[in-house]
């Protein structure tokens, strides 16, 4: 909550005169954050009522201080202002030992992490008179140190975007936990002509923990140009200014009581206080890709599985490995358990993450040769070592096919070992017990099949179980053969990015 200090007093003027000022500046019918605090610190506000606001010039950016023309019930007409101080002085043309104090104020309070807000009016000759100073003061959350640590906890690299003056940057940003390297804006769009002081914008602001004095269109280009440096943005604000930046982030944010135009430049709107949601969002989103990758990962995997076996099978053999009554059977105990992925528990990534899609085929592709050679053994052993009828060789594969398959599952929804944390949820692990045991049932007294004997079924559950170590070594192995491959790839495209940039810089002083 954005409060209000004691007011320093120039020229003679009172403490209640100051903060009358400053309210006659305000906009009491709509006002904001700063025109609420001083209009509570008058004594009483219905003071206002011997007062008219005949002009309102609101504040924008560019002027930095609000404008306006009062008409009392007694008296001429005069105009009071309120605005950053260094504007406000211009106004006045005080004296430089006024000048200089002022801005020693306006220092001492940027080093307490506290704004400064100026205070003029103009007397019976139109001459406006420097007042007073106001310190405000808007603390940040309680919860606001512990947000950002967890959102860097979770890989997520946070940036401190204000219109304050960096004295008042740095100190808020101490307290939040941020680092002290903070820029004025002006300086890294300065630095977008000038490669000799740094080569792009999305660098700059890649090393820098915050920027100070920000105007709107700042905002704007630090996004836009975060987001050429291949990095997903996500901006919180609630005011006009800060739509076109919402607009331009990948996620925008609009924050409780943000403005209309804030609200509807924004993918998101919060509707509680605190960014503690955001967070929550965060590990929500990385559990649902993980669930959609695990997914992806399986369906490619069964589909490589059935199909090219059945082909294979067919081209070979010369017989249907299965009949059209157990594909239809195998679809259906397929369904139970992939509805249940959506409640699955997750790995949580500590890292941002994206789809990476030859990471997915190749482990889909890898664990579905490798299901084609398991199931073409046991048709191989079936068929030349125990010698079983072609109708108890289709209930073979058939149970080998559900059984195997529901235990893919346990491999592919994580990238650890499939018995290691996180555990799978109550109700997947339902649904795979439950299809196991309906597909046993039905090999084993011949519903829609032919019956084949116990031993045979305990004979196929216990290849399967060995197998499933056999394929979550295999998927081990191929997620940390990618990793490894992944990290050279990313040091050789770094070790180049800096090549090119110094050879552009040697060329352009030569």
């Not at 609000?66 to 007694?74: A, D, G, S, W």
């Not at 032919?450 to 559950?461: A, C, K, V």
């Amino acid at each position: 909550k954005l409060t209000l200090g004691k007011p320093v007093m120039f020229n003679g003027a009172n403490e209640h005169g100051v903060i009358l000022t400053a309210a006659l500046a305000s906009d009491a019918e709509n006002p904001d954050a700063i025109d609420t605090a001083i209009l509570h610190q008058l004594d009483d506000e219905k003071i206002l009522g011997d007062f008219h606001q005949q002009h309102f010039i609101p504040f924008d950016p560019v002027q930095k201080r609000t404008e306006v023309t009062i008409k009392p019930l007694e008296g001429h007409l005069f105009k009071v202002s309120k605005g950053a101080p260094q504007v406000v002085l211009d106004l006045c043309l005080p004296a430089a030992s006024m000048r200089v104090q002022a801005e020693q104020t306006v220092n001492e309070f940027a080093l307490k992490g506290y704004r400064a807000l100026g205070v003029a009016k103009t007397d019976e000759e139109g001459r406006w008179i420097f007042l007073g100073i106001l310190s405000l003061f808007d603390p940040p959350r309680e919860d606001a140190a512990t947000t950002i640590q967890e959102a860097k906890d979770h890989g997520v690299d946070i940036k401190m975007v204000t219109g304050d003056n960096i004295a008042i940057a740095k100190q808020i940003a101490g307290e939040l936990g941020l680092g002290q390297n903070i820029l004025l804006a002006e300086q890294i769009i300065k630095a977008k002509d000038n490669e000799d002081i740094i080569h792009n914008v999305a660098q700059c602001a890649e090393r820098a923990d915050g920027f100070a004095q920000v105007f709107p269109e700042h905002k704007y280009w630090l996004v836009k140009d975060l987001q050429a440096n291949n990095h997903l943005i996500g901006m919180t604000g609630d005011g006009v200014n800060d739509a076109p930046a919402l607009k331009q982030a990948d996620v925008g944010i609009a924050v409780s009581g943000a403005t209309d135009a804030a609200r509807a430049a924004a993918d998101l709107v919060l509707t509680g206080t605190g960014l503690s949601v955001i967070i929550n969002a965060i590990e929500e989103a990385r559990r649902i890709f993980e669930r959609m990758n695990a997914y992806a990962i399986y369906r490619i995997t069964e589909t490589i599985r059935i199909m090219l076996f059945m082909v294979t099978a067919i081209l070979v053999y010369n017989f249907y490995p299965i009949t059209a009554v157990m594909i239809i059977l195998l679809a259906l105990l397929n369904d139970l358990p992939i509805l249940t992925i959506a409640k699955d528990n997750t790995w949580l990534s500590p890292t941002p993450v994206r789809w990476d899609m030859r990471k997915v085929l190749t482990i889909a592709t890898v664990l579905g040769i490798v299901g084609v050679t398991q199931t073409f053994l046991v048709l191989i052993i079936a068929k030349n070592y125990f010698h079983v009828s072609l109708e108890q060789l289709q209930t073979i594969i058939f149970l080998k096919l559900a059984v195997a398959g529901h235990l893919t599952l346990l491999v592919t929804r994580t990238r650890r070992f499939f018995l290691a944390s996180p555990y799978p949820a109550p109700i997947l692990l339902f649904a795979i017990i439950s299809t196991q045991t309906v597909s046993t049932l039905i090999a084993g007294f011949g519903w829609f099949v032919t019956p084949i004997s116990w031993e045979y079924i305990g004979l196929i559950w216990a290849y399967c179980l060995v197998w499933v170590f056999i394929n979550d070594g295999v998927k081990l192995l191929v997620y940390r053969h990618l990793e490894h491959k992944t990290q050279k790839h990313s040091h050789f495209l770094s070790r180049l990015k800096n090549s090119l940039h110094s050879h552009n810089i040697k060329h352009k002083h030569t």
